[in-house]
């Protein structure tokens, strides 16, 4: 009955005496089941939170709430009396409640037409049963969303309370319910306390015990008689310097307008020495840039506060050594740093950045008109001569283009030329190439061919050599038969001889006959005497 208001008991709950909060003693660590419910403190809200607050969580834990409804006695009163009935009729829809007073004593009627027949008996109000927070007296039905934490008061000992996220049904005249905490805010106050958030980029600080000490990116808490000062960024900041007026080294006021940027980088050091960081570097900075004023005349203002463009030889872009802004502009910036980044981060553990100079003009107006005169002249002259200095180089320009176009014309004609020079000697090259592959086909051919011819002469000649051996063979096996025929009678004897010496007369022209030879010339082996064969046949 006492969690879901929509429903009608059959019966009256019975109401239980207030039950007065206690603080949970818990650990950094520790997960219980506590007299509610259970605990987990590895929730991803729960677990940041420092450890002196885990001991005040409270989490949803059911307590019986008396819910009236309407009865049979009610009815029966209402016919002995209608008219007194009628004004103590309450209607209470479903979806809501009733909150009443009986006395002293704080109820709640559930959905239905109820009499509230007691003289004492009144109502207070109807209610949204999804209502967030509902309080009743001691009776408190707190509901707390997920991400959020509910802060309560036990006023009778004055504890703290951080309800969890869930329905929270209090019944104690003594707990005291104050807000939703928003977690995403830097400071919290929690009664005394207070829960500070600090983020990264940031520090806090505070004095515990009368010191100074820097509360590091995360949640913290701060009990009295400890104190919490503030949060400082220790990123880099941009303070805006106030427009001044300084005069120069020849009392002329000039006008500045600047901007200092610097970075927290010893908090400790910061705030032991300087009570008002941003009000000490804004008076310091002043000062400083006033001091540089003061020591430089108008005519170097005027002289070097414009934006010269320098490019070297060969036309191209600025030098890395030009400056690229105006050169007193710088001498303010080196002259600045110099003096104050030495100082400002030793002694204060501040680090100076830079300065940067929005607007610098002449605060006297006669002076100002005067020189913005002798300025309009001295750019008519700039003007001009930039002019002058312009039509040099449009005449530089064009003479330079008549002469690449001439350069680019004789290209052209030498690579006309050079191309049919070349395709001259590539054809007649072809043509050659060409002739000399007939040339040496010819030749290839004519070599052949007589190589041919001569195989075949070879050839014939072994032929023939091999028919004359042969003719040979066959004619001295001829002769040596004849002459072995012709041994055998004597007629073959002299025949061979006569063929002796007609061999040896061969190629002879003329013989002479000498007939008184002596006759050892004719017993010789080499003549033969002439007999008459007659003569010999008769002897």
């Known amino acids: 009955g006492g969690k879901n208001y929509g429903s009608i008991p059959s019966e009256k709950m019975e109401i239980k005496s207030a039950v007065a909060y ?41 307590q019986p709430i008396n819910i009236e409804h309407s009865s049979g006695v009610d009815s029966l009163f209402c016919c002995i009396c209608p008219c007194y009935a009628l004004c103590k009729m309450v209607l209470v829809r479903q979806g809501e409640i009733g909150l009443t007073w009986h006395g002293d004593e704080a109820k709640i009627i559930g959905p239905g037409r ?43 000992h004055g504890f703290p309370v951080l309800l969890t996220a869930g329905k929270h049904v209090i019944n104690s005249p003594t707990f005291k319910y104050e807000r939703t905490l928003d977690l995403s805010k830097s400071v919290n106050q929690l009664g ?20 100074l000490v820097i509360l590091q990116p995360g949640l913290h808490v701060v009990t009295p008689p400890d104190r919490f000062g503030s949060i400082i960024s220790t990123q880099q900041q941009t303070l805006n310097l106030p427009q001044g007026v300084h005069e120069s080294s020849d009392y002329v006021p000039l006008k500045i307008k600047a901007d200092v940027f610097y970075r927290i980088v010893d908090p400790k050091k910061a705030l032991a020495n300087i009570k008002d960081v941003r009000n000490q570097i804004l008076e310091t900075a002043v000062s400083t840039l006033a001091g540089i004023v003061r020591s430089s005349t108008l005519n170097e203002i005027a002289n070097s506060s414009k934006v010269t463009y320098a490019k070297d030889s060969k036309g191209g872009e600025a030098k890395k050594d030009q400056p690229s802004a105006p050169p007193f502009f710088e001498h303010v910036h080196d002259q600045f740093i110099n003096k104050l980044h030495d100082h400002m981060l030793n002694d204060w553990g501040i680090e100076l950045h830079n300065i940067r100079i929005e607007s610098l003009k002449i605060d006297d107006y006669k002076l100002a008109k005067d020189i913005s005169m002798q300025a309009v002249q001295v750019s008519q002259q700039e003007a001009k001569y930039r002019m002058l200095q312009k039509q ?64 075949a002469e070879a050839k014939s000649t072994i032929e023939k050599a091999k028919a004359a051996k042969q003719a040979k063979e066959l004619a001295g096996e001829g002769e040596a038969k004849y002459a072995e025929l012709l041994s055998d009678s004597k007629l073959g004897t002299d025949l061979a001889k006569l063929r002796v010496k007609a061999d040896m007369m ?5 013989v002479a006959y000498v007939p008184h030879l002596p006759d050892v010339l004719q017993r010789t082996a080499f003549t033969t005497p002439l007999n008459d064969p007659l003569s010999d046949s008769k002897k």
């Open 392 to 455: 040099a180089e449009v005449i530089q320009v064009e003479a330079n283009n008549r002469k690449t176009q001439r350069l680019k014309e004789m290209e052209a004609t030498n690579m006309i030329i050079r191309s049919k020079a070349e395709a001259e000697a590539a054809a007649q090259l072809k043509a050659t190439e060409a002739k000399n592959m007939i040339i040496k086909s010819t030749a290839e051919a004519e070599a052949h061919a007589k190589f041919l011819i001569a195989q």
């Open 114 to 156: 109820h009499f509230l027949m007691g003289c004492t008996h009144s109502l207070e109000g109807v209610r949204e049963i999804s209502d967030p927070v509902i309080l009743h007296g001691p009776l408190k039905i707190i509901r707390i969303r997920v991400g959020e934490l509910g802060f309560g008061i036990e006023t009778e």
């Open 22 to 62: 206690q603080p949970i003693a818990l650990g950094e660590d520790d997960v219980k089941i506590t007299k509610g419910g259970k605990m987990n403190l590895n929730d991803q809200i729960l677990s940041q939170l420092p450890a002196e607050l885990k001991r005040y969580l409270r989490f949803p834990a059911e």
């Open 506 to 510: 061969t190629g002879l022209k003329q």
């Open 192 to 211: 005394n306390l207070k829960l500070i958030r600090v983020e990264t980029g940031c520090v806090g600080y505070a004095y515990r015990a009368g010191k």
